[in-house]
């Protein structure tokens, strides 16, 4: 690929109020699906999961929605708080034999007080 | 439980050299990926390994290679460096009981600079 960097979405966030990062996601088939928060200089942290056969699954202060009709997923952190700045990936499991996680480019969220 | 812990976490090589990595999975973790993460790809999975074979493999030259023991650790390794495998190297355990997909979770990361 290009070596340039990725222009990742910015949501900037009001402390307090509720966040929502969407991600489309590549492939129909993929039955597992992960959100993971990343902050600098360290790496990705598991945030919530869901499988294909369901359509909401919910954390604490998180939620996510999965839309298989139109390949979206969504994250929606509650109340949020300046600790949840950081980069969000969304990652789909592609089944191929075997299979792979296979991430998005991710979305920055910036908590502003 | 301890978590998935990379050694070493910082690395400075120069072109040409070869360089070996270590990731250590959460106990009873089977299976161990890695990735790597550029500003330029993002996060590329290079390679899954499960009770010592390698499973799944992404695209990358065969410079980059792996292995995996029977303690399920794992190393990669990296021939011939290039100025372009500057990153962050990541890896990641999960259960994988009886192949079933599950949750991976994530080191700390390598970071390897290439002068």
């Known amino acids: 690929g290009e070596s340039v960097g990725l222009h990742l979405p910015t949501l900037s966030v009001q402390e307090g109020d509720n966040s929502i990062i969407n991600c489309a996601y590549s492939n129909s088939a993929s039955d597992y699906f992960i959100w993971y928060k990343q902050e600098s200089g360290k790496g990705p942290q598991f945030i919530i999961d869901i499988r294909s056969n369901m359509d909401k699954r919910q954390g604490q202060r998180v939620t996510v929605l999965l839309n298989k009709t139109v390949k979206h997923l969504s994250l929606q952190i509650a109340a949020t708080q300046p600790g949840d700045s950081a980069v969000y990936f969304c990652a789909e499991f592609v089944t191929d034999s075997w299979g792979k996680l296979q991430f998005g480019a991710g979305t920055q969220v910036v908590v502003t007080p | 439980k301890a978590g998935v812990t990379q050694t070493p976490r910082y690395l400075i090589k120069t072109r040409g050299q070869q360089v070996t990595l270590s990731c250590s999975p959460i106990?009873?973790?089977?299976?161990v990926s890695w990735y790597q993460q550029t500003p330029g790809q993002g996060l590329q999975f290079l390679f899954e390994?499960?009770?010592?074979?390698?499973?799944n493999k992404g695209n990358f030259p065969g410079r980059f290679s792996g292995r995996q023991f029977s303690n399920s650790r794992s190393e990669m390794n990296v021939s011939t460096l290039e100025l372009g495998d500057s990153a962050l190297y990541l890896c990641a355990s999960s259960l994988r009981t009886g192949g079933r997909v599950d949750t991976q979770y994530f080191g700390p990361g390598t970071r390897l600079t290439v002068l």
């Open positions: 390994y499960f009770s010592e074979t390698q499973r």
């Open positions: 106990s009873g973790h089977r299976s």
